[in-house]
């Protein structure tokens, strides 16, 4: 079954409100990613992280290794904020395989 | 400052015909590099990654091969490509002693 499971898989936010994104491990990981996904594809590093909570502007992440998940809290979100988020986790640190979630589509209406 | 590079942007080819997508990365030696792959809609998938020169692992094949033929060049290949080929093609890197991995602008392949 699938290692990582994001949720939810669809979001809709009016400027200014904020949300988060949750996405739980069904084995133990040792790091998680997490990516915006733009209209052009391009992948957006937002945070890395092996444990605890990182912020950055209106974006928060926090990663749980004993718990299995990870969450991306959005804050005030505008309309640049659209596109689709995923995260990604390591289950080691070699190889730099990556296990990705199914994303999470963000809508941001004016 | 280290940059990655794809190419092609897109490209929209035939059954059967082969295909080369290639990534190069500069300002940085020795990166471990990896090829993802991303159906219309879906989510990443992991195909090969590479440590070093001339060695490749494979993840998940897709009747595809890659190959390392200089430190800061990775290429992604087939003889025949098949529709289900068709998606966006991601070549990443990471130094070899950290964890973060970062992504090229990916290459977009249509095959009909």
């Known amino acids: 079954g699938d290692q990582v499971e994001q949720s939810p898989s669809a979001l809709s936010l009016h400027e200014g409100t904020g949300s988060a994104l949750r996405c739980n491990f069904t084995?133990?990981?040792?790091?998680v990613q997490w990516f915006q996904q733009n209209s052009r594809g391009s992948l957006i590093n937002l945070f890395y992280?092996?444990?605890g909570t990182k912020e950055n502007g209106r974006l928060k992440s926090t990663f749980n290794s004993k718990e299995s998940y990870s969450t991306l809290h959005i804050r005030d979100a505008q309309l640049e904020d659209s596109g689709t988020y995923f995260c990604?986790?390591?289950?080691?640190?070699?190889?730099?395989?990556?296990?990705f979630g199914q994303g999470t589509k963000l809508s941001i209406k004016p | 400052a280290q940059t990655i590079h794809q190419w092609p942007v897109a490209e929209i080819k035939a059954v059967g015909s082969p295909l080369s997508l290639g990534c190069t990365i500069k300002?940085?030696?020795?990166?471990?590099l990896y090829w993802y792959w991303q159906a219309t809609g879906g989510t990443l998938q992991q195909l090969f990654y590479?440590?070093?020169?001339?060695?490749v692992e494979s993840v998940v094949q897709l009747n595809l091969s890659a190959s390392r033929p200089k430190d800061d060049q990775f290429i992604l290949s087939t003889e025949k490509l098949l529709l289900s080929h068709s998606g966006f093609y991601l070549c990443?890197?990471?130094?070899?002693?950290?964890?973060?991995?970062?992504f090229g602008e990916g290459s977009r392949l249509i095959v009909v």
């Open positions: 990443a890197w990471r130094q070899n002693s950290g964890n973060t991995l970062y």
């Open positions: 084995t133990t990981m040792r790091a």
């Open positions: 992280l092996a444990s």
């Open positions: 990604a986790a390591n289950m080691n640190y070699n190889q730099g395989k990556l296990i």
């Open positions: 300002g940085k030696s020795s990166p471990n």
């Open positions: 590479s440590i070093t020169v001339g060695q």
